[in-house]
């Protein structure tokens, strides 16, 4: 069974920057898309950023050119850069991987961009 566990949410200061991790463990098909969702409160969930294994990216609006999204495919890891951040990056964000047949989801990591 594939699992995916987050790390590296915290509180931030607006302007800072915050890394998070997204690992994956289990049997996962070598060609799959990693990404990233994020669910401020009260808010729909909103999509952030996704990475393909063959190394194409892409990005909501709302955080293209602050974030940046990359994967190391020897440990099936995707990871995103924010930086620029503002307060309403405030949510809680959530990795998933999607491939043939599967979709799985973390539980989530929470950012809280606050002075």
């Known amino acids: 069974q594939v699992q995916l566990v987050e790390s590296g949410g915290g509180l931030v200061q607006p302007g800072g920057s915050l890394n998070l991790s997204c690992a994956a463990s289990?049997?996962?098909?070598?060609?799959?898309?990693m990404g990233w969702y994020r669910q401020a409160p009260g808010k729909e969930r909103e999509w952030v950023a996704e990475a393909i294994t063959v190394g194409s990216t892409n990005y909501g609006d709302s955080v293209k050119g602050r974030f940046t999204i990359s994967r190391d495919n020897a440990k099936n890891t995707v990871y995103l850069q924010m930086s620029s951040l503002k307060s309403e990056d405030t949510a809680v964000y959530f990795c998933?991987?999607?491939?043939?047949?599967?979709?799985?989801w973390g539980k989530g990591t929470p950012v809280t961009v606050s002075s």
């Open positions: 289990g049997r996962i098909f070598s060609i799959n898309t």
């Open positions: 998933y991987l999607r491939t043939v047949g599967m979709e799985v």
